[in-house]
């Protein structure tokens, strides 16, 4: 990359494996995260905030481009400086459109998983609590019920938020997991980066896995932000275990039209 830019990356969602998506790009190319490698900035969210507001208020004559200067005059230059290329992440597509309006120059990624496994990473992170409704959450687990509901509260969120997919750079996560050679050369290009398939490749499979202390079978993670080595068993596409035939059912049900939105099924 030539000149230093912003690489705004949008995640659907948390479990949705963005922080491995993110290592993926910083093996590409060389950016800063602000505050740390980890931290979610949610910039975008407050972007769509600010624009609403400035629709919303009564102004004088010169009052958008009074406040437009004020507020974000000298943001873009302020990141830049502050960090040279920054990758700004965060996990929800909210505010996406509003951001690629107002940062036209610079990279906007939309990271995508099958939501079917985010589901799945989000059911099995879930602790149990007390109270009468915890008691018919258990109830209902076994049924699959549970899951559906959950599954298309999940979906609508998602959709309610989902920019124009046709403006954006998509990156799905299983492409970068499975490192389809064609998916990592469009990845090389987008960045202008000097580097073979073959070497980033490679570069991937040097990643630990973070944040995977749900599935300590898989990864022998013991805390949230563990960087753990994965063991034989890992697999992050498809996953089916621990579940039943009903939730499984209840999960594909409940997420069939964001699946479909996101080009997971037909």
Known sequence: MKKPKIIFLYSQSPRSGHNFVAEVIRKVVKCNTPIGERSEIPLAPILKDYLKAIKSYYKSVGGDDYLNDLFLGDLRKKIINNNGTCLMKYTSFMGANESLSIFKDDLHIVSLRDPKDCLLSLFKGMKEKKGMKSILKKIL????????????????????????????NIIKYESLVLKE???????????????TVEELSRRIDEIQVINTSFYKEETNA???WDASVKTKSFNSINRR?????????GIDLGSKSLRKKLGYIQ
């Open 141 to 168: 687990k076994p049924t699959g019920i549970y899951h559906y509901s959950y599954a298309r509260k999940y979906a609508k969120r998602v959709e309610l938020v989902l920019p124009d997919l046709n403006n954006f």
């Open 181 to 195: 050679s064609n998916e990592l050369q469009r990845l090389i290009h987008l960045f202008q980066a000097e580097i």
């Open 222 to 224: 013991k805390g949230i």
């Open 241 to 249: 275990k621990g579940f039943n035939k009903l939730q499984l059912f």
